[in-house]
Nanobody, 122 residues
Framework: EVQLVESGGGLAQPGGSLKLSCAASGLEFDKYAMNWVRQVEGKGLDWVSSITANGLTIRHADSVQGRFTTSRDNAKNTLYLQMNNLEPEDTAKYYC???????????????WGRGTQVTVSS
């Protein structure tokens, strides 16, 4: 079973930095694109970034472009999100996700971790 475990969240001041990690197990990590999404309590989901399986193509939402950097270490089965110059609007719960074909079908299933809370406040 796929498991994703996020860590690294916490309280940061505006302009500060945090680095999130997502440890993956139960899948051939180096064969799957990964994503970061975030959710403000009581609001919808916001896509933050995506990275291809080989790490060569990375996209970020306009709202975080230039401030956040997504990377992965396939040897460690770990996805990262370096967040710099944090803003109060970045306050949210951050999740890593991966989509994987359900064995024996042509259906895709998206897996999520439990998330890590990031709070940006002075």
């Amino acid at each position: 079973e796929v498991q994703l475990v996020e860590s690294g969240g916490g309280l940061a001041q505006p302009g500060g930095s945090l680095k999130l990690s997502c440890a993956a197990s139960g899948l051939e990590f180096d064969k799957y694109a990964m994503n970061w999404v975030r959710q403000v309590e009581g609001k919808g989901l916001d896509w933050v970034s995506s990275i291809t399986a080989n790490g060569l193509t990375i996209r970020h939402a306009d709202s975080v472009q230039g401030r956040f950097t997504t990377s992965r270490d396939n040897a460690k089965n770990t996805l990262y999100l370096q967040m710099n110059n944090l803003e109060p609007e970045d306050t949210a719960k951050y999740y890593c996700t991966v989509s994987k074909v359900v064995p024996g079908t042509s259906l895709w299933r998206e897996f999520w971790g439990r998330g890590t809370q990031v709070t940006v406040s002075s």
